[in-house]
């Protein structure tokens, strides 16, 4: 029978800490998927959870064992991962958009030539628009449109209130909205 | 009729909207909103899909193959033993031989010295960026903690117990940038330390919000960030410098 992650916590903390390779290969891949979300880039992601699962293992003290591991460990990974974008846009690298390759977004049209054409404008408009976001703004809208976390669980995560969470969001859509609008436009999309 | 917000409609379309119901009566009768709702629609509907690389079923397992040499030093400890005020004490004394051993290197360096850097210096200067950023992560894990706990008995004891630990260090740690005209990190401590000592002091009978709310709205966990990434970026300089010796 699986022990849960509290009960491996409690025995981690008492001494058994072997037991922490335990935690790390049951939500690496959880926390690689929001790291990657989050910085849009395979190598950033892979750092980040890296770096998150150091953290974790330097902080496992003053995790209480009532808590949700998986929420407190992704609360981690989500500001380690916010911190390498910070980073990534300082040394001004390019940020590799987390987005299908040449804009091929998958879509029903996206055999026909026209239809190609469109969704390899619409995903460098997004990519472009990602790219000009604050990093709380592309975090918030990341988790909220992605991972579809509600305002309140992303606002637990980023460590920002309810209100600044939606703000972000709301920003964030808006920029993609002013961004987009054009395109969609001239296709046609908007009613 | 008054229209209904832009945020409003954002929420609704995630179906965050407390009263979803009145929203869909209202979109029903009023076209501009409709309108409008149509058009946030198309955008975020329009937005691709983000193709997360896939990683395998043995990944866990390559991830904690890179880990586990980083975390070895560690194996055998007990991770109660980091909040425990004894050890913290102890630490916390380790802490501050090494920076008045720190501190009076530096002082007593003869002005007129040249300023050829030793490795003695910048093996020092690593060692106390190290403990530095160890201290801003741990403040920075408490007042997350703090901000998202129940605040219950427990937790509020657990926070004390924590904080008390952090509240000496930090003031050692705000003395030392200070005599060193480090601005940005004595300004971020100075705006820490009374934080943790309402911590150190909190009971679960206070109400404890006020404290949370002060956490956050003035950006004290981003400031703590932006210092950490700029201790981050001294100590890479630093090993640097030192592996050019």
Known sequence: MEVNDSALVARIQSGEGHLFRELVCRHSVQIFRLAYRITGNE????????????????????????????????????????????????????????????????????????????????????????????????????????????????????????????????????????????????????? | MSHLGQEKLILHFYGECEDPAAVERHLSECAPCRERFAEIRSVLEAVPAVQVPERGGDYGAEVWGRLQPRLAYRRGRAWSEWIRPRAWAISAAAVLLLTVGFLAGRVWHPLGKSNIPSPAADAGDRILLAAVAEHLERSQMLLLEYVHSDRGPESAQRAQVWAESLVAANRLYRQVALAHREQALASVLDELEPVLVEIEHSSSDQPAEALAERIQSKDVLFKIKVVETQIEQRKLTTTQKTWKL
């Open chain 1, 43 to 191: 190598q950033d992601a892979e750092d980040v959870v890296q770096e998150t699962f150091l953290k974790a293992h330097r902080m496992l003290g003053s995790f209480e064992a009532r808590s949700n591991f998986v929420t407190w460990v992704a609360r981690i990974a989500a500001n380690c991962a916010l911190d390498q974008l910070r980073s990534r846009r300082r040394r001004d690298a390019a940020l590799a958009p987390a987005l299908d390759g040449d804009g091929d977004a998958p879509d029903l049209g996206a055999a026909h030539p026209e239809h190609r054409i469109f969704h390899a404008q619409l995903g460098r408009i997004v990519e472009r628009t990602l790219e000009q976001m604050t990093e709380q703004e592309r975090a918030a809208f990341v988790l909220r449109h992605y991972e579809q976390m509600d305002t309140n669980e992303i606002g637990r995560l980023l460590a920002t209130s309810g209100p600044a969470t939606r703000q972000s969001i709301f920003r964030a859509v808006k920029k993609l909205r002013l961004a987009l609008m054009p395109l969609l436009e001239r296709k046609g999309s908007i009613p």
